[in-house]
């Protein structure tokens, strides 16, 4: 029950923040327009600097553990790969960018430190564990949502893909924010401030964008592919790859880490990016709200597995 409560308290304010969204569309404070332009500063302004900021700030020279990095990276690699094959079973290359984004893409930012810190007083392994899992999970996404753009021919220029992926903002920002950790440079009051205050208002605006523009029947109409990217993302990923990482040797913190990004929710930027890179974000929405609501049980589930198991 403890364990319950304390994954409920880490994902149900995430999913009221949605709900708020579709309030306040009720209520005629939010509508589809203003949800886009939300959706656009998000993704151009907000999530950089959270990304920016969680790189920056990790002093990754007295956290280093290149194995550990290593084997997030290649659970990572193998998510992504068997989303891309499960995707193929949708024909609609829209709908197959959506699915695959939205069964590979955690939430793994937003709850992998405040799950960890919540479960043993800190969070060391959180920036490897995000540098071996967050830039490929974003080149991918940019990769995916720009080879299986609605409307394009089956096969897009490489020219534009290459473009998409070198102007994106969120790749920007993981390249700078790794190399100022890298120099070991510290940011002056006033910019940490700046940047803090504008990392901060990403997830709140962008869960409740979600809400405003997050349509049931629409979704339920595609509840196929929100399903199966809902249990890959919950469940089969952890299924298949906790087994191989406690065989190697992975075990506490680190193994925690790895439980929460195969496992966490779907990450709320997949439906800002979905939707800025010209998709029509209802699988992404639909599986973004599905995880965030089970996944407070799911994770739960995880970890009482592996207590009971004495690896955690």
């Known amino acids: 029950m403890e364990s319950l409560i304390f994954s409920l308290n880490a994902t149900v304010p995430v999913f009221l923040l949605m709900v708020l969204g579709v309030v306040f569309r009720k209520l005629g404070w939010f509508d589809r327009d203003l949800a886009k332009k939300i959706n656009s500063f998000v993704f151009r302004i907000l999530l950089p600097m959270l990304l920016f900021q969680q790189l920056a700030e990790a002093d990754l020279s007295q ?40 069964a590979f893409r ?8 405040a799950l960890l810190q919540n479960m043993y007083g800190d969070a060391q392994a959180a920036p490897l564990m995000l540098l071996g899992c967050v830039p490929l999970y974003n080149v991918m996404a940019v990769v995916v949502l720009s080879l299986l ?3 394009e021919g089956e096969t897009p220029t490489v020219g534009r893909t290459v473009r998409d992926i070198l102007t994106n903002p969120i790749l920007i920002a993981i ?27 990403a997830s709140p605006l962008g869960l409740m964008s979600i809400g405003a523009t997050f349509e049931m029947k629409r979704v339920l109409g595609r509840s196929g592919p929100v399903a199966a990217a809902a249990g890959l993302k919950l469940v089969g990923f952890c299924a298949v ?13 680190e193994l925690a880490a790895i439980c929460i990004m195969l496992g966490s929710s779907t990450a ?26 089970l996944s407070g049980f799911t994770l739960t589930g995880w970890v009482w597995l592996m207590r009971a198991l004495g690896l955690i």
Request: net charge positive.
């Open 268 to 293: 709320v930027s997949s439906y800002v990016m979905a939707v800025a890179m010209g998709h029509e974000g209802v699988i992404t929405s639909g599986a973004v709200m599905l995880t965030t609501l």
């Open 241 to 253: 790859l906790l087994p191989v990482a406690v065989l190697l040797g992975f075990r506490g913190q």
């Open 175 to 201: 390249v700078l924010g790794l190399a100022w950790s890298a120099l070991g440079l510290t940011m002056p009051p006033i910019m940490a401030k700046t940047v803090d205050n504008l990392a901060g208002m």
């Open 149 to 151: 753009r609605e409307g």
């Open 106 to 113: 955690g939430n793994t930012a937003l709850l992998g430190v």
């Open 63 to 102: 956290l280093w553990d290149g194995r550990f990095v290593l084997f997030c990276l290649c659970a990572s690699a193998a998510a992504v790969a068997a989303s891309w094959l499960l995707g193929r079973l949708w024909r609609d290359r829209s709908v197959r960018a959506e699915f695959i984004q939205a």
